[in-house]
């Protein structure tokens, strides 16, 4: 049995396995990277819901994880050499989990770092612009007169999706016939931006401006590991 006593989280978040990955998280575009990846590699795990809207990951519990209070965060009881091993930071989690599972990133050193710089790219540029989108559009930005803020950060999305859909011209997936942490990293950030977020209109996405994004969106939401990681764990 494992011993994660020396975590304070698992006093706010009991596991009743202990000997799983623990998934401090919600269904965000950030929080279902670790959802679906987990989902994908089969890797046994225990989700537990911290619910951003009522700051539950502000509170000290979280923050003694994650001191940056934002979800997704884990612990592995079975980390490198077999010790506990928290983390944060859904791209670095990622890379934890195919590095541990030996899935979804090569092993070819060349493909490799190809494919940690498109987990970059979406955690740099994807997720920061897009979010700003969400947040002008349809949350507490909207209300806001001056409209430049919004205007700027819906041109640079539609940069971005060109920059995507200009990768992916002739390739099934972002690193060609590969479906990588890349595709993983990016998925729930387009959906987000053009259903949650309320944005398919203002940034021109549709089959025909976005057509290789758009063609690639649909193969990724067609995955079973897909369609169950969107919704883990999911607010009740």
Do not use: C
């Amino acid at each position: 049995m494992s011993n994660l006593s020396s975590f304070p989280i698992t006093m706010r978040w009991p596991a009743q396995h202990p000997d799983r990955i623990q998934l401090y998280s919600l269904n965000t575009p950030n929080g279902v990277k670790v959802s679906i990846m987990l989902e994908e590699t089969g890797q046994p795990y225990e989700p537990h819901l911290v619910d951003i809207m009522k700051d539950e990951s502000h509170t000290p519990a979280f923050l003694s994880l994650n001191p940056n209070g934002k979800i997704p965060a884990i612990i592995d009881p079975a980390g490198p050499g077999g010790r506990p091993l928290g983390l944060f930071e859904s791209g670095a989690i990622l890379l934890y989990l195919a590095d541990k599972t030996g899935k979804f990133i090569s092993a070819d050193p060349i493909q490799r770092w190809e494919t940690i710089q498109w987990v970059f790219f979406q955690m740099a540029s994807i997720g920061p612009m897009f979010g700003q989108v969400g947040f002008f559009n349809k949350f507490a930005g909207k209300e806001i007169a001056d409209k430049r803020p919004l205007e700027r950060y819906v041109a640079e999305s539609k940069r971005l999706l060109g920059v995507l859909d200009t990768r992916l011209d002739g390739r099934s997936w972002i690193m060609g016939d590969d479906y990588t942490i890349a595709d993983i990293a990016t998925i729930g950030w387009v959906r987000n931006l053009i259903t949650f977020y309320e944005a398919r209109e203002l940034v021109g996405y549709d089959s025909d401006s976005f057509a290789n994004v758009a063609a690639w969106l649909d193969r990724g939401l067609a995955r079973p590991a897909v369609q169950r990681g969107l919704e883990i764990p999911k607010r009740g």
